[in-house]
């Protein structure tokens, strides 16, 4: 189901290439398969920058703070350095993918418990509306979780 919706949503926004990793939602752990499968999608994508969700808990908004958040963040975190840049890190990636390492230049994390830096998505409001036709519920949740954020950090 999750799928089929951010497919949906992706589609609205444009984006063409999605990358599934295939780990349980609510189980996710920031383990070496996970690290090793972010660093995988950074070798084969070659990003000049990636976004990604703070490793820290944040108290004050608790409902930024899922799990399956959390170890994401730490995995990308490890995933963009050392990992994904190192060819002795998941040497497999290269022997058996064919993946060279990359490095990436600039990591954006968000969410995290000490905000520095805002963007004002006024302008895009709409777009954003849009997205819940094609989303369920856990979706909207979500997003009133974001929009809780977002006008929270103002």
């Known amino acids: ?6 497919t949906a949503a992706a589609k609205m926004l444009g984006v ?34 990636v976004l990604t969700q703070s490793a820290e808990r944040n108290y004050s908004r608790i409902y930024a703070s899922h799990p399956d958040h959390l170890a994401t963040g730490e995995a990308t975190i490890c995933a963009i350095y050392p990992d994904a840049r190192n060819e ?9 993918r064919g993946l060279a390492p990359h490095a990436v230049p600039e990591t954006w994390v968000m969410a995290g418990p000490n ?13 954003r509306l849009r997205l819940c036709s094609v989303i369920t519920v856990s979706i909207l949740t979500r997003l009133v979780c974001l929009r809780e954020c977002v006008v929270g950090a103002r």
Do not use: C, Y
């Open 1 to 6: 189901m999750r799928r089929l919706e951010q």
């Open 16 to 49: 063409t290439e999605l990358h599934w990793l295939g780990f349980q939602d609510g189980a996710v752990e920031a383990d070496l398969n996970l690290r090793r499968e972010i660093s995988a999608v950074i070798r084969i994508v070659k990003p000049d920058r």
């Open 115 to 127: 905000p520095k830096h805002f963007v004002d998505t006024t302008d895009v409001l709409d777009k």
């Open 88 to 96: 002795f890190a998941f040497p497999e990636l290269l022997s058996e």
